[in-house]
């Protein structure tokens, strides 16, 4: 198994430029978030789906959109780049359950730079 | 008050070396509490999980929960350079169903000198 795979892994964009970053595991999980890592800052969620067609805010969705077509991909979408977005992104899947969390498995991340 | 509250450090210690990290937390909704280890310019990765108060033992690491306190900690024995990462804690909350909230401390960067 692959797990979860993640491009680009790095990106420079001018504000402005939109991108679409990909995300796929391979692992069946129904559950997938993104988020984002600012230097000293911990990790902030900023999308989830909890399966293929259905999607949600986290803490920090704005300047994003997510779709989720497939079990397998969730790709993020920037539409217009700032320099506040400037971060390492990382995507994560993970089982459902009912006992109120299960394990996050993270891909490697992409590092963007927004200029 | 922040949810969680984790020392960012950075932390260097000598190999061999008994490593204490903590986070303090204000929700008492957290039920799940976790440590995760991030190595450089990688994802995070799970190391140990916790349900209850108490200790938890794995090999070189322990994971202590005190929830009257609400206080976690990680302890690292005989560390070695290997252990040199960012750990972060998290722990989550039930948002009802099978949804749960996933909440993460700032993350302690530990250097261990050979």
Not at chain 1, 80 to 85: I, M
Request: hydrophobic fraction near 30%; aromatic fraction near 14%; proline fraction near 6%.
């Amino acid at each position: 198994n692959a797990g979860v795979t993640q491009t680009p892994k790095f990106r420079i964009l001018k504000i402005g430029q939109s991108m679409t970053l990909q995300c796929t595991q391979d692992m069946n999980h129904n559950y997938m978030y993104w988020y984002r890592q600012d230097p000293g800052m911990g990790l902030k969620l900023i999308y989830y789906s909890v399966g293929a067609g259905i999607t949600d805010k986290g803490e920090v969705p704005n300047g994003y959109n997510v779709s989720r077509s497939t079990t397998e991909d969730f790709p993020l979408r920037l539409e217009l780049a700032a320099p506040s977005q400037t971060s390492v992104y990382f995507c994560a899947s993970s089982y459902s359950s009912s006992r109120g969390w299960n394990e996050q498995y993270f891909g490697p991340g992409t590092r963007l730079t927004v200029t | 008050q922040k949810e969680v509250e984790q020392d960012p450090g950075p932390l260097s210690v000598p190999e061999g070396a008994i490593v204490s990290l903590n986070c303090t937390y204000s929700n008492s909704a957290f039920q799940y509490f976790m440590w995760y280890r991030q190595y450089s310019r990688k994802g995070p990765e799970l190391l140990m999980y916790t349900y209850s108060s108490g200790n938890k033992e794995d090999g070189r690491f322990t994971a202590q929960v005190d929830k009257s306190s609400k206080y976690i900690s990680l302890f690292i024995r005989d560390s070695q350079p290997s252990d040199s990462a960012t750990y972060l804690c998290a722990m989550s909350a039930p948002l009802g169903g099978s949804n749960y909230k996933l909440t993460f401390g700032k993350g302690t960067l530990l250097t261990v000198n050979p």
